[in-house]
């Protein structure tokens, strides 16, 4: 006998949130209300993602839980450490060897396989709240597919800045319908989650919403046809493992403004350190 | 009460339900893919398969409705002593409903969710003799390229289909496997 409950959740609340995620992949970047639980953990912690985690695990599967990309974070290490004490899941920090990946802003560099679930910690999942704070308003827009505002507040980017200066939570249209946030990952992530052979689901706790991206799901980028949509990062190499393609972090040093750009993806940093690559690739 | 009522359901609820889950949840993400479920004996004429899926998904707050044949007390008691779902003679209350494809139709009858909340729709779970993968062609998310399904009213599933971001989402189960058919899939006649 253990202290929890397979996945800490009770039954019914599984079933509540199974039912969501159900409907969540029936109809594709729409998000499906649900009655979110009080976690063991203050919201804006991932509750949404570890509520749609528990509710996906199974005793086989190998969890792995990134927060920027990073393993051994606070909030990264918290919930992989909440998962093995109440599911008693394996897991790891490899990306081909997990099953289940809880993610916060990230989408791992290594690419996803059919056999992977790529789970979300979601903070607002409506894509035009701050453009609109009544959900009644943003569930009719929905309903209508009215989305020139969120064109409108694009446009004002490049009136702005020259260019679409929004760099992270870059919203996309699913399947020429649902716009919908991707959550805060840096636009870099965003055309991977086009096609993608796993399936993605994204929790917003506090906000109570649940959304899903099927495999092979179609994902557009907003963007104009002269200002077209293009992922970014800083443009440099991972001062570590010399990766030119990799999304990378900046790294204050020192008190005198001294930087390095490392990999935010610290297993695939890892990964190409184990086979040999280091800093003589970023020549 | 028979005896037969209080057996078949989960030995272990939550490692049965959570695999059970995950064979629901992989058959929705990737429509027409055939995934083996277990754990449930119901009573006939429910399969195990549906049988599993009905003690996964439903409880207090989802109605189900039994349709022909699968209206029978056997079925009734079995799911009312393992999920203590209410029982609806309404369609038009489902949040589920099983039965053989005939005995489900029409399909007008249930709900398809609103314009604003297109989730609060039925799922429907139909019993079929076999599951392969020929006949209707499908494409759409969760599909890479296309798949085939051997669908048993085509032409009532491209309606459905034409109804999204609204409509019925469907498992069809035969023996110990499913399969699915969400709304955003499109069917064509192979």
Redesign the interface.
């Known amino acids: 006998m253990t202290d929890y ?3 800490y959740l009770d ?2 609340t ?3 949130i ?11 970047g ?1 998000q ?2 649900f009655a979110s639980r009080e976690m063991p953990m203050p919201y804006g912690w991932g509750t949404g993602g570890v509520q749609l985690s528990a ?6 599967d190998r969890l792995k839980v990134i927060d920027q990309g990073a393993d051994d974070t606070t909030n990264a290490v918290s919930i992989r450490k909440f998962f093995e004490k109440t599911a008693q899941v394996a897991t790891t920090t490899r990306t081909p060897e997990a099953s289940v990946i809880q993610t916060r802003h990230r989408v791992p560099e290594a690419p996803l396989s059919a056999d992977q679930i790529l789970i979300y910690q979601v903070p607002i999942p409506e894509p035009l709240r701050f453009l609109e704070p009544s959900e009644v308003e943003t ?2 827009m ?2 209508l597919s009215e989305y020139g505002l969120m064109h409108v507040k694009l446009y004002e980017d490049i009136a702005r800045h020259g260019h679409i200066a929004t760099s992270y939570a870059y919203p996309v249209q699913v ?1 020429g ?2 716009v919908m946030d991707p959550s805060p990952i840096p636009k870099f992530d965003n055309p991977k989650l086009s096609n993608c ?1 796993a ?1 993605q689901l994204f929790g917003a706790g506090r906000e109570q919403r649940i959304y ?7 994902v557009v980028s907003l963007d104009f046809e002269d200002h077209p949509f293009e992922p970014s990062k800083a443009d440099a190499a991972c001062a570590l493992c010399g990766d030119h393609d990799s999304y990378l972090d900046e790294v204050i040093t020192d008190d005198a403004g001294t930087r390095m750009f490392v990999c935010s993806d610290t297993d695939h940093c890892t990964a190409r350190r184990d086979a040999g690559h280091g800093t003589e690739d970023a020549a | 009460m028979s005896q037969t009522t209080l057996e078949g359901g989960f030995a272990n609820a939550p490692h049965d339900a959570a695999r059970a889950f995950r064979a629901c949840m992989t058959a929705m993400a990737r429509p027409g893919r055939i995934e083996a479920i277990g754990g449930a004996t119901p009573p006939a004429p429910l399969s195990p398969a549906a049988g599993a899926l009905l003690l996964t998904l439903c409880d207090a707050d989802t109605p189900v409705y039994l349709a022909g044949a699968h209206d029978r007390d056997a079925v009734r008691q079995w799911l009312a002593f393992h999920t203590g779902a209410p029982l609806t003679g309404n369609r038009a209350d489902a949040a589920f409903a099983a039965g053989t494809w005939a005995a489900l139709q029409p399909l007008a009858g249930y709900p398809v969710g609103t314009a604003r909340y297109p989730d609060r729709s039925a799922t429907l779970v139909v019993e079929v003799d076999t599951l392969t993968a020929s006949g209707a062609r499908l494409s759409g998310p969760g599909i890479d390229g296309h798949a085939a399904l051997n669908l048993p009213g085509p032409a009532a599933l491209r309606a459905n289909n034409a109804l999204f971001p609204q409509g019925l989402d469907f498992y069809f189960t035969a023996g110990d496997r499913l399969a699915a058919l969400p709304r955003s899939t499109r069917v064509e006649d192979a």
């Open positions: 409950n397979f996945a039954e019914q599984k079933r509540m199974r039912r969501a995620i159900l409907k969540a992949l029936a109809i594709p729409y499906v209300p509710a996906t695990l199974t005793p086989e569930r009719k929905h309903e399947e319908r649902y052979a399936i899903a991206l099927p495999p092979h799901t179609s």
